[in-house]
């Protein structure tokens, strides 16, 4: 039988590691999609979605409706990647722009690996928040539109509008980037 | 028609292609079970001596305060007692001198002597 997210919100609050592990499994790598729409930029979505899920699971006593802790989860995430993204532009003082970082990679695979990502991240950046997060948690996360629309306060209709805005939106940009 | 329905690849976005996604899921892991065990161990000495901190400054403000009511009270009746013999005085005087005059002390006159009693 599955377990609801308010059973396992009620047996992490008595103290079950295992419960903790079955949300970590169900939503961290939705928190790293939300934190990528955020911020552009894959390290710092993996901070912002580490740090995120951390602070759920510490302050997990005041999610006032466990059986929508996905929704609350993504939006501690949400927030600590907008506060990421904030602190580095007050730190940078640049634009701020979704932008991969550049790795180290030599081989050539990597290479043409890291200048996909950074033509899609590229891509991405041209969309709203809400598509990039729609598209990523459909595409990538494989989320349903009902999850999709649960867990973000939208109706189904509207992702699947965000969906197919971004689908166009992304395949022009990628096209129009090959040509 | 466009393949606007059909999913776009964002696979080379995927964390789990990389290594270090998976060292992050570890780390991850092992900082909530420490969250979560600490919820069942409860709070450690130091927590407790913190949780401390706030009753014991409430119960020593509430002394204080006590304390510094008593003394407020203490000091008062201790220097009200020579203004007392003054006033006591000042009254006799006044009313030997309307004796003298063979008049009733005024109204500013008993005004005059509440004030500098007040004061």
Do not use: K
């Not at chain 1, 999609?33 to 912002?48: I, K």
């Amino acid at each position: 039988m599955e377990d609801t997210d308010a059973a396992l919100v009620a047996r992490v609050r008595a103290g079950d590691s295992r419960a903790a592990d079955r949300l970590l499994e169900r939503y961290l790598r939705a928190c790293r999609a939300v934190a990528l729409a955020v911020t552009g930029d894959e390290a710092d979505a993996d901070d912002a979605c580490q740090e995120g899920f951390l602070a759920a699971i510490e302050q997990i006593d005041t999610c006032r409706n466990p059986a929508r802790f996905g929704g609350w989860l993504l939006q501690i995430v949400r927030n600590r990647a907008r506060n990421l993204v904030r602190r580095q532009a007050v730190r940078a003082a640049e634009p701020l722009e979704l932008h991969q970082v550049a790795g180290g990679a030599s081989a050539a695979a990597e290479v043409e690996r890291d200048e996909l990502r950074e033509r899609l991240l590229a891509a991405l950046a041209a969309l709203s928040q809400v598509q990039r997060e729609v598209v990523l948690l459909h595409d990538l996360e494989g989320w349903t539109h009902e999850e999709i629309a649960g867990h973000l306060g939208l109706a189904a209709g509207t992702v699947r509008s965000h969906l197919h805005h971004a689908r166009r939106h992304l395949r022009r940009i990628l096209n129009e980037d090959l040509a | 028609m466009t393949d606007d329905w059909e999913p776009v690849d964002l696979s080379p976005l995927d964390p789990a292609r990389r290594g270090d996604w998976t060292a992050l899921v570890e780390a991850t892991r092992r900082a909530m079970a420490a969250a979560v065990g600490a919820r069942v161990l409860g709070p450690g000495p130091l927590e407790i001596m913190s949780g401390w901190a706030r009753p014991i400054l409430a119960a020593a403000a509430v002394l204080l305060a006590i304390l510094g009511g008593a003394e407020a009270m203490l000091h008062r009746s201790v220097s009200s007692a020579p203004a007392r013999l003054g006033d006591a005085r000042r009254l006799a005087l006044l009313s030997e001198a309307s004796v003298a005059h063979g008049r009733v002390p005024s109204g500013a006159e008993l005004r005059t002597l509440l004030r500098e009693q007040a004061r």
